[in-house]
């Protein structure tokens, strides 16, 4: 079902291109349905590139848009993802699926390494099985990072200290080996803390926001549930993220790690 699906929406996505004028190129945004991906798309529909923008099933699109098609794939199914990598050729890739919350990560271990390094590897080992080369870029973490008392280069150590930054530095060799073994262009984005409209409240600055909203009308004592208050970190608005990564695929170096912050 997932491989008819695939080649179904790829024909329709093809049948769009081909209808108008085709001046750019074909783009795959994997985990598009999310906070990050609805941006990411906003800011490429801007340009002239066609867009495949994939999401799990039984999610809903974000973002609809004159240059960007919708494609329901599992990426936990490594025949879904060759399928619809198949049919879509993309020739950028901009790798957003996986599962974002450090704090869930330590009573949801198998989900987050499935869906960050599992699903990775699917990716590279579709394109590796189609011969295709397209630059990829995959969304790491500064979780990656040993906790240190100065702003983070991409010179210091790396020694995560949470099931979610080891599965985001295993993510990171999955596709320095594509790299370096099969001369697919990983490109590999070091994010720090992003914020913005649409992020949900299980993070910390809508859940900060929401709070103080529920305070001011009355549904909540006038007390915010925070966590850790000791920690300095950096944070960036998601709008100027996005546009780090678009510009990273136009001129960073594969199989090399770049802060975003």
């Not at 949900?200 to 001011?216: K, L």
Request: glycine share 8%; net charge neutral; aromatic share 6%.
């Amino acid at each position: 079902r997932a491989i008819q699906q695939a080649r179904l929406m790829a024909t329709v996505l093809r049948q769009a291109q081909d209808g108008g004028e085709r001046s750019g190129t074909t783009v795959l945004v994997t985990g598009a349905a999310g906070f990050v991906g609805g941006h990411l798309l906003e800011l490429l529909e801007q340009g002239d590139d066609w867009i495949t923008a994939w999401l799990r099933p039984d999610t809903e699109p974000s973002v609809v848009g004159r240059r960007v098609g919708w494609l329901s794939v599992e990426m936990h199914d490594r025949d879904a993802v060759h399928a619809a990598v198949k049919q879509t050729r993309p020739e950028a890739i901009y790798h957003l699926a996986g599962v974002p919350h450090v704090g869930d990560s330590w009573s949801h271990t198998h989900e987050t390494f499935a869906g960050n390094v599992l699903a990775t590897h699917y990716l590279f080992d579709a394109l590796r099985r189609e011969g295709l080369t397209p630059r990829v870029l995959i969304t790491s973490s500064a979780t990656v990072y040993q906790p240190a008392s100065h702003a983070l280069r991409e010179s210091d150590p790396v020694n995560p200290n949470t099931p979610y930054g080891t599965s985001k530095l295993a993510q990171e060799m999955v596709a320095r080996r594509s790299w370096e073994d099969d001369g697919i262009p990983g490109l590999m984005a070091r994010s720090f803390n992003h914020v913005g409209p649409r992020q949900a409240p299980s993070f910390v600055a809508p859940s900060m926001a929401r709070q103080i909203a529920e305070i001011e009308a009355g549904r909540k004592q006038a007390q915010l549930a925070l966590g850790n208050l000791d920690t300095e970190r950096d944070i960036m608005d998601v709008r100027d993220t996005v546009r780090a990564y678009r510009a990273l695929m136009q001129s960073a170096k594969p199989g090399v790690p770049y802060n975003v912050c």
